[in-house]
């Protein structure tokens, strides 16, 4: 009985069946090419590996490829889609736009907003608080269920210029809803860690979901 050409032929099969199955898949694949190669030119012989085993493990290699392929087909779309954010949201610049945010930034103009109360409240109060712990109170009185709007207007409540947060205190309310801005969309960009940010009158810079409505173009002064 000759062993040397059992040993050559259950190299000479799976490998080449591996080697063309699996050619030109990555560097994943070259590496795991390697260590099968090795493995069935190194098994013995007189007890060679059940080809079973071969089929497992480019099976599972085959798997992780498929996530690997996944992975960056997914990757890439975010990135297509973050594009075609930034562009279909350029097309906005200079019109008004509607946001959530727990914060303003108080300059001389009027600020318009609305929250959603889910019940009424027998007291109903806007609070902007500066950076040293100030805090302005705005009285908007007795409320039914249902959006209630403000104006933050700086020149008559004495307020300096500066970043403001924002909260909604209610009569036996124990969460404070959330307040929307108005403001003119004023600039969109990408950053790498942060995705599409935006720049917005009256908020600042805040995540592109954050928009809760695009209001059109702002009136023109005459």
Not at 18 to 32: D, H, K, M, P, R
Not at 57 to 70: A, D, N, P, R, T
Request: aromatic share 2%; proline share 6%; glycine share 10%.
């Amino acid at each position: 009985m000759t062993i040397q050409p059992q040993g050559t032929s259950a190299v000479q099969g799976p490998t080449s069946g591996t080697a063309s199955a699996i050619t030109g898949n990555g560097e994943v694949t070259q590496l795991f090419t390697t260590l099968l190669v090795a493995q069935i030119r190194n098994q013995n012989p007189l007890e060679p590996a059940d080809p079973s085993e071969f089929v497992s493990q480019l099976s599972q290699l085959s798997q992780v490829e498929s996530l690997q392929q996944l992975a960056k087909q997914t990757s890439a779309n975010g990135a297509m889609l973050e594009s075609l954010q930034v562009l279909a949201l350029g097309n906005h610049i200079g019109t008004r736009v509607t946001a959530a945010t727990d914060h303003v930034v108080v300059a001389k103009e009027p600020i318009t907003g609305h929250f959603t109360l889910e019940s009424g409240s027998e007291s109903v109060t806007l609070v902007l608080e500066n950076g040293a712990g100030q805090a302005q109170r705005i009285a908007l009185g007795t409320r039914p269920a249902g959006d209630v709007p403000f104006t933050i207007d700086p020149v008559k409540l004495d307020l300096a210029p500066g970043t403001y947060s924002l909260r909604v205190e209610t009569a036996g309310a124990s969460a404070s809803p959330v307040v929307q801005v108005v403001g003119t969309l004023r600039g969109v960009r990408i950053t790498p860690a942060e995705g599409v940010r935006l720049d917005m009158e009256h908020v600042g810079e805040i995540a592109s979901d954050a928009l809760t409505a695009f209001n059109g173009a702002p009136a023109q002064d005459h």
